[in-house]
């Protein structure tokens, strides 16, 4: 009983911070101000350095896997698909296999896989960002791309580099017949 609780004051305290950052200024009664400068108003006397600012963006777009390579997360050049999107797309639709235990159940829906394509275009480190009750499904997503041919690498200041994926699978029955 107190984890429910404390999980409504989390989500009740998040709704409360959601709804005073969307509080207008003139909605604000006068006695209620502060005479402390707001953050906007800090944010522009404060000095800009620019390689401050660069070196925290690329922090938060990488992080480093368990051998130690560099893994980007934004880049400035995404992975693709040999042939693009209309490629990708004919290669899962020609390679999913719908699982018997899956059409058996009629489950549908979507799962996130989730990949590094790597510096020379391998896929690898494939797992499930979220999946399905039916786990047929998100092991038969999880299967196909693992066996996806390679990419073409993402890009980062000129180079090619290790960048984190995430792809929709879409398993959906014909309904017609």
């Not at 709804?19 to 404060?46: G, H, L």
């Not at 489950?107 to 510096?119: D, M, N, P, Q, R």
């Amino acid at each position: 009983m107190p984890i429910k609780q404390s999980i409504i004051l989390v989500l009740f305290g998040s709704f409360l911070h959601i709804t005073s950052c969307s509080v207008k200024k003139s909605d604000i009664d006068q006695s209620d101000q502060v005479n402390e400068p707001s953050i906007n108003e800090q944010v522009a006397t404060e000095e800009y350095d620019e390689s401050k600012d660069e070196s925290t963006e690329e922090i938060a777009n990488t992080f480093t896997d368990q051998y130690g390579n560099t893994i980007y997360t934004k880049v400035d050049q995404k992975p693709a698909f040999e042939g693009g999107e209309e490629a990708l797309y004919d290669f899962l639709s020609s390679h999913l296999k719908y699982p018997k235990k899956a059409l058996e159940k009629n489950a549908e829906g979507t799962v996130l896989v989730v990949f590094i394509v790597s510096k020379d275009g391998t896929i690898r480190n494939v797992e499930l960002a979220n999946g399905l009750d039916e786990s047929s499904l998100n092991l038969e997503a999880m299967r196909v791309v693992s066996e996806m041919p390679n990419w073409i690498p993402g890009v980062q200041d000129g180079e090619q580099v290790n960048v984190k994926y995430t792809l929709p699978v879409r398993f959906q029955l014909d309904h017609q017949n």
